[in-house]
């Protein structure tokens, strides 16, 4: 289910679904040449454990929301964006971006280059966007992007064709980037949540390609959430078990495939076009399929689900949520 569910048995990292990464996206912002769009999405909706409805607070005030980027190759952050977000004492959020540069966005913290603050958090059907420094931001409960059978998953990859996720929403944070100031190669990506709830910054999930951190991280789960990509090559064995077990892959081919899965990072050359599993990841690329192919050793190529019609042609890009949150998050 990308990285929604990520947490132990389908529920949520340190049992809080504000916490929860569900996808990370990476494109050419359409029509805007030298600009790069990311978009991190966290919190869905709708949960399978516990079932039901999430709360209506977009995002923990306790946490950090970073986006990771690796410029050389070594899987070791050189550029992080950090977004922090207010209470919603009054009714309502505001979210703080910050950048840091150089060894510091490696680390933990909360600290960096003030980039926007006060932006107003969307509940309702309007996107609130800020603007500042060649920068484009959004945050806010938008129409979930994801499409997947995952009642078909749970159900021993028995598909049905049905989109769970169709009239599901998800807390988005989207920001145009200028390009030139990732550098001037192709970068590596992934996201994570921090959780500040306890006094000490400590990591609740991260992830860039999709599914991988549900579906093949096997009784490892709990490690593979709090580590770095830089140390993913301790996983090779894990994820091969569960392909050699889901897949039927021979020994020796599942390593081989497990070691092309890690580190979990995804690659984004802004100067080509962004198709998944190649290039960054649009928002219509049908990145389940290509991950079913993958678990099954083709077995099974498709759900049978594909992309939502709702989404936008300018930014945010993602529809309007199904759900009006404004006068619940006043109420709560």
Not at 26 to 50: E, L
Not at 64 to 84: C, F, H, Q, S
Request: proline content about 8%.
């Amino acid at each position: 289910m990308s990285h929604h569910y990520s947490g132990p048995d389908f529920g949520f990292p340190h049992g809080d679904a504000r916490l929860d990464l569900t996808d990370l996206y990476a494109f050419p912002s359409p029509g805007r040449d030298g600009k790069s769009i990311f978009v991190m999405n966290v919190h869905p909706s709708v949960g399978v454990n516990p079932p039901g409805p999430t709360p209506a607070e977009p995002f923990a005030p306790n946490a950090i929301y970073e986006l990771k980027i690796d410029t050389n190759g070594d899987a070791v952050a050189d550029i992080a964006y950090r977004i922090r977000f207010s209470s919603s004492d009054r009714g309502s959020q505001t979210a703080a971006v910050y950048r840091v540069d150089g060894t510091q966005a490696a680390g933990t913290g909360d600290g960096g280059q003030l980039i926007v603050e006060g932006v107003p958090v969307s509940t309702g059907k309007s996107a609130h966007v800020a603007e500042a420094g060649g920068y484009r931001i959004f945050a806010g409960w938008r129409s979930d992007p994801f499409f997947f059978d995952t009642e078909g998953a749970l159900n021993n990859l028995q598909f049905t064709g049905v989109d769970f996720f169709t009239n599901g929403d998800v807390c988005s944070i989207v920001i145009e980037v200028p390009t030139i100031t990732l550098g001037p190669n192709a970068v590596g990506l992934w996201h994570r949540t921090v959780d500040g709830a306890s006094g000490t910054w400590v990591q609740a999930d991260r992830g860039a390609r999709p599914s991988q951190s549900v579906f093949l991280v096997g009784d490892r789960k709990a490690d593979f959430l709090a580590s770095e990509p830089k140390d993913d090559a301790q996983f090779i064995p894990v994820f091969a078990h569960s392909l050699e077990h889901t897949g039927g892959y021979s020994p020796d081919e599942a390593t081989r495939v497990a070691s092309s899965l890690l580190p979990d990072i995804l690659l984004y050359d802004p100067g080509q076009p962004a198709v998944f599993p190649h290039n960054g990841r649009a928002l219509t690329d049908d990145a389940i399929d290509v991950f079913l192919g993958i678990l099954t050793n083709g077995r099974i190529t498709s759900d049978n689900v594909g992309p939502h019609q709702d989404l936008l042609s300018e930014f945010p890009f993602l529809g309007p949520p199904h759900n009006d949150r404004t006068t619940q998050l006043v109420a709560a």
